[in-house]
């Protein structure tokens, strides 16, 4: 059998098991044994579990869980409404300060979660209602909340990047630093936008009551008094101090990943015991369970994608396709613009998770062929992961606004999230152009890389 037959076979055969409904890491567990058993020796099999073990015994992935237990741990508190509330009441005299209050809530319980998920149930909970009574339209209202979500993946910690940081080899500081200006681009971006949409909501309301005599909420001009907003400060305060105390161990050299991870988690435990009271087995019990239920969820997936590109290694399918590429000779930006639209493409059906450890092996080494830096590529890969996170089909935040918001039509969620694929996109080529936008910070903090890939 020609590689080039080989290479097809074990595409396709992946792509009936994705398609059949069986949960990702089974489908690609069962791939991986597979081929193992018809075109690998007969050994291979004995090896399976270690070969799992083997790839997973990353002291990287470590972090994972306990920066599960750190999201699910604030998650699961009033943190996410309450720093929404704060954010709302500083930001009530801006216009279109109540959209600018989510996209700044969003962003900053992302960095302290690191779960777009839980950043989209949290803020969401409270944010899109909030919205909504003051005359925002739903779709704009679960689109900001959608996408102020996605920051999740990209803001550090991102168990996102952790898994990019070990399928790429590269410094895992070095690519949460990348990630911050980034995210902060997007964040500028969304609130441009929220700023931007008010308006012509404003305007629109404005032109209905004219006509109508039917006031709109959104005419109504809200205000807090200084007092009311620094009452808001003392719940919200202990979680951004914990925000910066992570970063600071973490790229002050003090802590390693694993052990920052574990001192966010710890942390967060005792903020929300002091703060919310939640301490009493009862109360900690579901933080744990969802800990547990995520983390084993997501170390499967792990696992069963290394076994799988393993097999695609061991078998000469993920060499073979890089050089293929390699020999295709393609200037280097549309080498680029192909791997980032068959990311999208991938976007489609599957999770960040899946995309980077399987595309890893056949991706990276012509990118890196090609002179860019995986660093800097990362965080384009990421921002282009986070499309698909509000595109359908797949658009997990999507489902997820859809549960906080069953009343919202599920076209309206769509179309309100569109002009946010449109900004992120925005992004992308703007980090394409002004490369320094990901690579100054990570350069100014840990030196320049000796080796630029």
């Known amino acids: 059998m020609t590689m080039l037959t080989l290479g097809l076979l074990f595409g396709a055969v ?64 009033r943190a996410g409404q309450d720093l929404y509330a704060a954010m709302h009441v500083w930001m009530g005299r801006i216009p279109g300060g109540l959209g600018i209050a989510n996209v700044f809530a969003c962003a900053l319980f992302a ?26 339209s739903p779709g704009f209202a679960a689109g900001i909340i959608a996408a102020g979500g996605t920051l999740g993946i990209l803001l550090p910690p991102s168990v996102t990047m952790i898994l990019y940081a070990v399928a790429s080899e590269q410094s895992l500081g070095r690519l949460f630093l990348a990630g911050i200006f980034p995210g902060l681009l997007l964040v500028a971006l969304f609130a441009c936008y929220a700023v931007m949409r008010y308006r012509k909501e404003y305007q629109l309301a404005e032109t209905t009551f004219k006509a109508t005599g039917k006031a709109s909420p959104l005419l109504e001009k809200e205000s807090f008094s200084t007092r009311e907003k620094f009452e808001m400060l003392p719940r919200v305060v202990p979680f951004v101090l914990l925000l910066i105390g992570v970063m600071v161990a973490l790229y002050g050299g003090f802590a390693t990943p ?7 988690a710890l942390l967060a435990l005792v903020l929300i015991a002091v703060i919310y009271g939640v301490w009493r087995p009862r109360d900690v019990a579901p933080i744990l369970t969802s800990t547990l239920k995520e983390s084993t969820m997501l170390m499967m997936i792990i ?22 590429v390699v020999g295709l000779h393609l200037s280097r930006w549309i080498l680029l613009a192909t791997v980032l639209v068959m990311v999208i493409i991938l976007g489609f059906f599957l999770p960040p998770v899946s995309i ?37 089909p797949v658009g997990l935040n999507i489902f997820v606004i859809k549960n906080i918001a069953p009343d919202i039509p599920l076209s309206d ?30 350069d100014a903090v840990m030196g320049l890389a000796k080796v630029k890939s």
């Open 14 to 77: 992946t792509l009936l098991f994705m398609f059949s409904g069986t949960p990702i890491s089974f489908a690609l567990g069962s791939v991986a044994v597979l081929f193992m058993y018809i075109f690998m020796p007969a050994s291979a099999l004995n090896t399976v579990t270690q070969n799992v073990y083997e790839e997973m015994a990353s002291i990287t992935l470590l972090s994972i869980p306990l920066f599960i237990l750190k999201g699910a741990a604030i998650g699961r508190s």
């Open 111 to 136: 960095a302290m979660a690191g779960s777009s998920p839980a950043t989209c149930s949290a803020i969401g909970s409270a944010g899109i209602p909030e919205m909504r009574k003051r005359g925002y």
């Open 258 to 264: 694993s052990e920052t991870a574990g001192l966010g």
């Open 303 to 324: 696992g069963m994608s290394l076994l799988f590109s393993y097999v695609m290694s061991f078998l000469h399918i993920s060499q073979s396709t890089a050089e293929w």
């Open 356 to 392: 980077i450890l399987m595309t890893a092996p056949i991706i990276l080494p012509p990118l890196k062929a090609a002179g860019f830096d995986l660093i800097w590529f990362g965080v384009l890969m990421t921002i282009v992961m986070e499309t698909g996170l509000i595109h359908p």
């Open 413 to 442: 969620i769509i179309w309100g999230v569109v002009p946010f694929v449109a900004l992120m996109l925005l992004a992308v080529v703007l980090i394409c152009i002004f490369p320094g936008i990901a690579t100054a910070l990570p």
